[in-house]
């Protein structure tokens, strides 16, 4: 096991399905591997671009074995473990644990009457019961749970379990701000959201990615400018790179798992249905974008990101 | 293995839970064992009221286990398999059809775009794969899906393994009468939402009830006045008990597990936490309500309808 | 002006239009007329069954201004004047008061980003500027928004204005039981919803009705037999009416309009586009409905509810 | 009146206000001279930008009329006259046609029970009484309706007077391409959302834009590169402004009165109440932002886009 700073990058994995929808095991060590090359601190399986919420528990378990295995401690493996029901997301957790994970993922589900307090209650169950270190993802997006900087404050306050916020309220650099301000404990806050405020977040306290990108060797480049004072060129890599992580905001994921199919890292980019699948049209617009963004550059290997934006 | 007509009144079963949220197969017995006493045509498990959505996989799998073990035949299980992923719904029906249960109950899930086409494909593929007859539920209220009548009419004719709509969008009794007229191709429709509108829908074609109302008796007995002729008296007995349907209707599953509980059909009234239990001064109203309905009468035992309305 | 006391039936107007969707202001005195013949204490004008969102500000305005000409002191009038912006609340706040209004009736609207504290700000701003009483209009339903019991406590506390809740926030008997528990300065709560959970909101404390069920002169026997002491014989009218208190409930508002028509107080059923009209069948199912619950019954008078419920 | 082509570039606009949140014309005036001066083919008031839906009906009118006059022919004034109820939109327009707008903006609103056939009345009526021709708004981020591919290729082909879609439903390249193949009558689509998709929408068939980014000549010479043949040119002048577009995704429209408010555009940055002002910290972020897109640059003189981007 490996303690996550969560200061660093650490991708949100896409989970790899072959054309029937079978969980593809081979491309999810194929992606581990490369992600394990590439250097970044951890991965994240089972979140919104796994969409774990259309797996089964057995699925998810697989998932997790793999990745554990794979990582061989050279990475962290965070576990998304978000469940409707508090119980299951703790038996998640310790399904999780007991399989070698270094962290857990947790966000709040909606109930027919919203309720700040159950929300705060949710987290001080599942933190009571965590084994490993809990990262708080705040993602009114894909949740329809809104936590106010109040109520975030106090459940990190209460849950000593909490070692990171997963920031992805809109707007993000500003509740960053809020939070830096705010937080009673200092914990580390990790810019999703694809990247799309990316520099934004780092001008206001993000301590590094967490998030499904499809290049995230351009997020530690990014990362590391930053952190050694090089604002400039900071600035100037994920701006370059800016066109894609737009064109990967588009609903659903089928875009990221087309890209990383591309690159070598999935047999398939099938998505589960229901869920979209790549729109006719943007095949062909993808290929063009990634042609203007790095001419000529053979994607299956990891970027030169100096090179790519001709530093 | 039990065909269901789905004309009759078919339960939504509760799961119950321990004081510490573990399923209670004890108490699922028993609730089976009083609706198999009761002579209803059949069950649905994993539904809305059985908190599908906060269980594990392994979880569902007992409750179904159970459910057809204690039926034997005497009345259909029909088991909630609805998952936001297709594939997983296709695999929850498969284990129902396994484990011997009679027919499948489905809703779709809401996409970040909703899509009508999508929502077909999803009965489409379900039902290719379905072992079991299917009954699609019609539930915005639960699923954020809204179902056009020319939307249901396609899926119904497009798939013959669909036999009988949950009529659960409002109004439903209206719903009922254009899917009635609009049918290629009749199905059954039963009347869901706790009975609310149970006297309308009958009015307009129900051929019977699959909600969970803490009282099927008295559904059953409505059900058989309206059958017999009776329209007076069916209504008569739907009134004597609406106030208790109304009370049923406030958010979430807590009062009816506390009806159950006191019925003496469930160990204890335990919703899955980040459900809401039972309000403050909601326990000592429903005994105040419980006893204006039927005073004296003691409701662990089947009710005996027109004693209690007097008739 | 009469200011009012926030305890008794203040019912809830639609607004008539003609067939062509104008303003029908005949109607609009002739149900104003009823109402005052009935003894309510008053009345509401432009709320949800108002359609007030459909209509111009100068509709509103002449909607008013035959409120207050009408009502001639003999009733309240209270004045739906809820806006997506705090300054159009305000100013739509002085028109009312400029024209001779009673009070106002006040939602929040929803934001992009819900926030506690921007809500108890709009009501701040516009209580200070409000000329008259102002009702806290809780509804969820239709407006999105999600005020905990301690958010409504304090807004009570630091507006002296807030004269009023009106409770439709479900579970609404349970809530006007922690309101009552919890607010630090006493004020009324009304019971709208409908009726629906009428008769378990005044057991928990609710000072009489604001909603637009069409017979009002039936929640006037409730509350009369209520506050007389006479529990069993109040819940016997409220269950008496029932079935049509539900029938009500079919989302929209032509049923109501229908009922209102045929008791001659609107010269026509119309709904505003969009709005939906009646369903068809819906009518001949309300005849019946009314057949049943007060047959033979002229209900262009006022009814003798005693009569209706055969006491 | 100018009959807009619908092919350019047309600014939404905010609506600016004091500082006590009054409508400020003079600033409305300067704005509008500084479009005028950019030589947009025209403007759009009353969207979302300019927070419509917190104003009063004569406050609309009022800024339909400055518009008309300012504009004096010199370029087109779209109104956007969206409005819950169908007659009330309609009244809107004629308002709009009698100050001698040029085209109407019209999304539809979300009922209870969506419905698409109703949306199609409600464009069906709008277009019948129309004295100008109609922008179909397709934005479900602010209306909460979902139109499919199919409903709107109806919508257009049963109504002549739709002269142009905003084509604002994500993804809007994808959409745009359905779009083009299934129309049955080609109507120019102008692409929204703050530019953020503006390469991709191009791409696919965009006519211009119609959004609310702050540097309107930005889009000019972006659609101007792309026009003439040089794709390469015009991606990228977007990209380079690319930063500041995702900077204005935030939620509300605070960040854009703030930018046009130092282009010296507006008194004041003023957001009517509830909506959100700037968050803390942001005032900081947006300086560096805009220093780093054009150093030195005086903002509140029209861009020499070549020059910023170094061309």
Redesign the interface.
């Known amino acids: 096991m490996t303690t996550p700073s969560f200061r660093g990058v650490y991708p949100i994995l896409a989970t790899p399905f072959r054309d029937d ?1 079978r969980v593809d095991d081979d491309s999810l060590r194929t992606l581990l591997a490369f992600m394990a090359g590439l250097g970044v601190e951890g991965v994240t399986v089972l979140g919104v671009l796994g ?1 774990a ?6 699925e998810r378990e697989s998932v997790v074995r793999t990745a554990v295995e794979v990582a061989g401690g050279r990475l962290s493996v965070i576990v998304g473990t978000s ?6 997301t703790i ?1 998640l957790g310790r399904m999780a644990a007991a399989l070698g994970a270094d962290a857990l993922m947790v966000a ?2 909606a ?9 705060a ?2 987290y001080g ?1 599942v933190c009571a019961e965590a084994p490993l270190p809990v990262v708080l993802q705040d993602h ?1 997006a894909s949740t329809g749970v ?1 936590m ?1 900087v109040a109520a975030i404050v106090r459940i990190v306050a209460d849950n000593a379990r909490i070692a990171c916020i997963k920031a992805e ?3 993000s ?2 509740k960053i ?2 939070l830096s301000a705010a937080l009673t404990r200092p914990v580390p806050m990790l810019t999703g959201l694809g990247a ?2 990316g ?2 977040d780092l ?2 306290g993000s301590s590094g990615y967490n998030t499904g990108f499809a290049f995230p060797e351009v997020l530690q480049a990014h990362l590391a400018a930053w952190r050694g004072g090089d604002r ?1 060129f900071a ?1 100037r890599i ?2 370059h790179f ?2 894609l992580i ?2 990967e ?4 994921v089928a875009v990221r798992k087309e890209i990383l199919r591309r690159r070598g890292l999935l047999a398939a980019a099938t998505v ?5 699948g790549l ?4 095949a062909q ?1 993808l290929t ?2 990634l042609e ?1 963004t790095m001419p000529g550059v053979d994607i299956t290997r990891p970027l030169d990101v100096a090179a790519v934006i001709g530093a």
Chains 1, 2, 3, 4 share one sequence.
């Open positions: 929808e969409e919420n259309r797996m089964s528990d057995r469940h409707p029901g508090t119980r299951a038996e709040p589900s109930e027919p009457v919203p309720n700040e307090a159950r929300v209650e949710y169950r009114p809104h106010s309220a809109v707007p650099a500003a701000e809020a799309l405020y520099q934004f001008e206001k400039r600035r994920w701006q800016l066109p737009v064109f905001q588009q609903p659903g589960r249905h229901p869920g979209a729109a006719p049209g943007s617009q063009t974008l203007d």
